[in-house]
């Protein structure tokens, strides 16, 4: 009986541990799938190149997708919540968030985002 107890006991450690390391890489993913999403963001606005608002939203998805489940989770509601506030805050229309948020399924399934660079925009970026 004793040996059952410590085996239920050990197997119950063992999976809530599997569990707690999983929950930590999630965060830590979506983390730095957050920062990824900045990143693109703050390069966007420095370079304010016309035309490449698309390439940055699906390089900032790609990126932030690449780390895990967690980053794409990260990439999926800032994006959303990005798209949400400019169409109803902005006013930049329904076309318009339509085609930001194919560029950024595009980013978070693993397309490249070169897909949507437009010419001219310096190798930088």
């Not at 999983?22 to 963001?41: C, E, I, S, T």
């Not at 608002?53 to 509601?77: E, M, T």
Request: charged share 25%; proline share 3%.
């Amino acid at each position: 009986m004793r040996l059952y107890v410590c085996i239920v006991l050990l197997s119950s450690f063992l999976c809530a541990s599997a569990d707690l390391l999983d929950g930590g890489r999630f965060v830590w993913d979506a983390v730095g799938g957050a920062w990824d999403m900045f990143r693109a963001y703050q390069d966007m606005r420095e370079a304010n190149y016309k035309g490449a608002d698309k390439y940055f939203h699906a390089r900032g998805n790609n990126d932030a997708a690449q780390r895990g489940p967690g980053g794409a989770w990260a990439a999926r509601v800032i994006s959303d919540a990005r798209e949400n506030w400019q169409s109803d805050v902005s006013g930049r229309g329904a076309e318009d968030t339509r085609a930001d948020q194919e560029a950024n399924e595009w980013g978070r399934s693993g397309g490249d985002p070169n897909r949507y660079r437009p010419a001219g925009l310096p190798s930088k970026y």
